[in-house]
């Protein structure tokens, strides 16, 4: 009979046959980790989705009122639309048209004593507006004066003279003029809103 004999390993335990209870533990922890986490993304996750769905509530509750008051106004609402249309109309057709009266009165305000103003002409259209006059005078220096005071004026973009001649080739003291003032074009037909 043959006997079988028995290996001997004079290696020490920890090299000759791993520990399985290490690889055990270590499996548990690992599990452990993860169980947990999974936990903790829930619980956040849970948390965002309740705050999201009392936010969407409020909104739902927002937007309910805001379509009450719109049925509720509707007429009101229509009658605002109604009046910023025409407003936008009258205010369209006015255009840029400037206001003659007081800018002949304020140009007439700053003639000299020795000034005649024979012609003003006024014309405009879309991208100028301009004012024309012709005059006599005695003096260069009223219409200088005349021109200052005119540039001065808060409608007036430029002027300038287009001519002085002598009126008249016998009488040097008579002076004729042009003055050719250009206005700010600005839309002056607002509407107030009071």
């Not at 989705?49 to 739902?60: A, E, F, G, P, Q």
Request: aromatic share 8%; no cysteine.
């Amino acid at each position: 009979m043959i006997r079988e004999l028995k290996s001997i390993s004079l290696l020490p335990k920890s090299i000759k046959s791993p520990d399985r209870s290490y690889v055990y533990r270590l499996l548990i922890i690992v599990f452990t980790i993860l169980i947990i986490a999974s936990l903790v993304s829930w619980v956040v996750l849970f948390i965002n989705t309740r705050k999201m769905n009392s936010n969407l509530k409020i909104l739902k509750e927002q937007r309910k009122s805001i379509e009450k008051y719109l049925e509720d106004n509707d007429d009101v609402l229509t009658a605002e639309k109604e009046i910023n249309r025409l407003r936008e109309a009258v205010e369209k057709a006015m255009g840029n048209v400037p206001e003659w009266s007081s800018l002949l009165d304020d140009i007439n305000k700053y003639k000299t004593n020795d000034m005649h103003n024979r012609i003003v002409r006024g014309s405009y259209d879309e991208t100028k507006a301009v004012v024309t006059i012709n005059g006599s005078t005695n003096s260069q220096r009223s219409i200088k004066t005349y021109m200052d005071k005119i540039k001065e004026l808060d409608t007036v973009d430029d002027g300038e003279l287009s001519y002085v001649r002598q009126s008249d080739p016998e009488d040097d003291s008579r002076l004729e003029f042009e003055i050719v003032i250009y206005l700010i074009q600005e839309n002056q037909y607002k509407i107030d809103d009071r």
